[in-house]
Structure formats: C-alpha cells, structure tokens
C-alpha cells in the first residue's frame, strides 16, 4: 500500500514544555512508522532529539505534504502564512487557549493522526489576505494575513481619520480608533470581539469592523471576498499610524497613504479528521448550549 504522506514536517512553539512533549510523542511515532521527518530548525534545537533532518518553515513547504504544527491559533498563524504558499496539508496541535485553528488535542492525538495519515479526512481552503502600503504611489511595505489586517493608530484611543473605497468606489469616510478588514477564518478571532459576524470559513467574503466609531450610524459591513479595498489615509491625523496583519507584523503607515488590501493568490489548506465539524467548534469554543431537544 503507497502511503498517503510520505514526508511530514514538525512544526511548534520553542522552549515550550507541553509544545516540546508532544512534539517528542509525534517524532517517535513518525519515526517509528517509516515516514520521513523534517523539524522546524528554531524548534529542534529545544527537543535534544539525534540525527534529526531539521530545516525551515519554506523547506518543510517545499518538501513535505503535511506539516503538523503543535501550539496555540498564533502559533499556527505564523506557520500558516508562510505554508500558504506551498502545495501542503497543514493540520495543528492545540497547546494554546481557544485553538480555534488547531484541530487535535495533546492528550488525545495518535488515533485521530493514524487515520489523517492514512487519508481518512477532510480538507478545506482558507484564502489569505495581501496588505500593500502605498506612499505617493510607490509600494512602500506589504504582508499577509490570515486573519485580519487592522488599521490603528500607535497609541491607545487616539482617533484617527480615513476613507474606505471598495474596487475603486467611495464607500465611506470614518473618524474612529481604526478598522479591522477580516476573513471567514478571522471572524471568531479579534474581529469578533469587536463585534463582527462569524462567517463560516467557505465563504468568499470579508468582513470591515470599524473600532470605535465616532458615529452611532457605523455598522460592521460584509463585502465580497475578491473585493479590493483601498484605505485612504487623511493628511490631519498624526504620523503614528499602523496597519497590523494577525496581530504580528506591524506597516507603518503615515498621513496620506494608501493601504490596499485584497485576497491573496495563495490559501491554506487545512487538514481536519473526518468527525470535524465547524459549528460543533464554535459550540465548544465560545460556549455556545447545546440543543435543547
């Protein structure tokens, strides 16, 4: 029988116990079971394992089918917007708090891995977002994102001023904290806690939540997911403007430019276990009751 997977790149949180037990439990296993192993190189050097094949988040992209990546939903963020751009299965590990992105648990995880590794599963899509910094018509800065890209200032409460144009028509002009331009996957993540819908993840759309609007008339809107939304920034705020892209990488951004943000050429594909089900997630995650009847 031809393996499903043949090599499966390790991936998790450095200098993390529980990150760094589990990651010990999947090599053994691995290893054990003929796969080829490629681990994480800041993360191999915190798990004193021998004669490891250690490499970067692009070789284990570029060489493996799957990677398995042990920590929390930031964890998996990072990893994730790199893997994006590879052809890669790309399944997580929750040793963080919610771990709405990270499908099996540490105390519970060879069964559900031997039927991944066999092919018994399900994937899915998740598109990214592209976040381009323009200052008088030159590309300044760019990112990506999985979750969200958020317009604020660089310091706390400090309003600021913008217009916001959806494929080149004006669409509306806001004084507020900033705006969060959000994905399917980051609608249960700091959107929501502004207020945001949840969008479940095979939708093609984006969610815009202003922060703290200095209007009692602005509402979060849902646009088209290939929509192209440009973020025009007015030259009376004050130079400490930011664009934050999954709450890690920090665009300056200044008075007068243009932020462009727009679905990526590249996505995710995650891999779940068969009994995966979304709403069976957002259930237990964020407390939601169970069915009366």
Request: charged content about 15%; overall charge negative; aromatic content about 6%.
């Amino acid at each position: 029988m031809i393996p499903y997977y043949k090599t499966v790149g390790l991936i998790g949180k450095p200098n993390h116990e529980g990150a760094s037990t589990t990651l010990k439990i999947l090599y053994d296993y691995l290893s054990t079971h003929g796969y080829q192993i490629m681990i994480e190189s800041t993360v191999a050097q915190s798990l004193a394992l021998k004669d490891i094949k250690v490499g970067t988040l692009t070789d284990i992209g570029q060489q493996a089918e799957l990677a398995i990546v042990v920590g929390g939903d930031g964890y998996m963020l990072g990893a994730a917007r790199v893997l994006a751009c590879f052809d890669i299965g790309v399944i997580g590990v929750n040793r963080g708090n919610l771990g709405f992105l990270t499908d099996l648990s540490p105390d519970e995880i060879l069964a559900p891995l031997k039927e991944i590794l066999a092919g018994e599963s399900r994937s899915e899509q998740r598109f990214i977002i592209e976040t381009e910094v323009y200052r008088h018509g030159k590309l300044k800065s760019s990112n990506s994102a999985v979750n969200e890209a958020v317009l604020h200032a660089g310091k706390v409460a400090s309003m600021i001023e913008f217009e916001v144009y959806i494929d080149g028509s004006f669409m509306f002009s806001q004084r507020s904290d900033g705006l969060i331009i959000s994905t399917p996957t980051g609608s249960t993540a700091y959107s929501m806690s502004a207020g945001g819908p949840i969008l479940t993840p095979n939708l093609n759309a984006l969610t815009l939540v202003p922060m703290f609007p200095h209007t009692l008339t602005s509402r979060p809107i849902v646009v088209d997911g290939n929509s192209e939304i440009k973020l025009i920034l007015s030259n009376d705020n004050h130079e400490n403007l930011q664009v934050s892209c999954d709450g890690h990488i920090i665009l300056a951004v200044m008075p007068g430019d243009e932020v462009i943000i727009k679905k990526s050429q590249c996505s995710i594909r995650l891999v779940h276990p068969l009994n995966h089900n979304y709403f069976n997630v957002l259930r237990t995650k964020l407390g939601w009751g169970s069915k009366l009847y």
